[in-house]
């Protein structure tokens, strides 16, 4: 074996264990973004609940006002029918009276209808309730969990970068130039070879060409992509 190459997989090696690494860091405050945004759809609908069962004991709290002063003006009306001296007038507060007792009928109707719909809702708050419970415990484990993979991840990144620094300078400068110019041009600089083939771009090798390569005893380069390539065995 030629004595780059080694090295060279040696560094490509960490390179990708690199790049690996970027790739879940960047990914993990995203991942608790993800969280937050669960936590606060959550949240949401908590409020969203609260704010309808709010606004169903407002209603029925309106409208037992509106059945108490019904009460009430039945009550006057009904007071005033002993001071009435006419019959025309007398008719016309029973009409008064009637129209109010059916008006008393029907909030009394939809008050008890309001407390049917204040315990669903008054059942809807505490599921949601629960729900953002859940979801606030699960939101802080995992965003913990995740806060830590990301701690490990940097110190990881932290001896790779080290670890490639040194295994960069091992190289000769023109192999290492080499290997940078193909990583920002091909992604990949070194590639085996694998069934005649060169795994980079897939072309294959004549007979002759993959013979010489198997050897990895000198420096071999795909004539399509022009990646370093190498016989793994």
Known sequence: ????????IELQRLDLAIAKAEAESRGIPQEIQALEVRLAGARSGLEAAKARAEQIQKERRAKERDLDEAGLSIKKKQARLFEIKTNEEYSAVLREIEALKEKSSKLEEEILLLFDRGDETARAVTAAETEFKTAAAVCQRERAEKEA????????????????????????????????????????????????????????????AYSQVRRNDRMYTCTSCNRIIYYAG
């Not at 074996?1 to 060279?8: A, R």
């Not at 080499?178 to 694998?194: C, D, S, W």
């Open 149 to 208: 993979q990301l701690a490990k991840l940097q110190r990881e990144l932290t001896d790779l970068r080290e670890a490639r620094k040194g295994q960069a300078s091992r190289l000769d400068s023109s192999l290492h130039q080499q290997y940078t110019r193909l990583v920002k041009t091909r992604g990949m600089a070194l590639v085996a070879v694998k069934d005649g083939s060169c795994t980079g771009c897939g072309i294959a090798l004549t007979p002759q």
């Open 1 to 8: 074996m030629w004595n780059g190459l080694e090295k060279l």
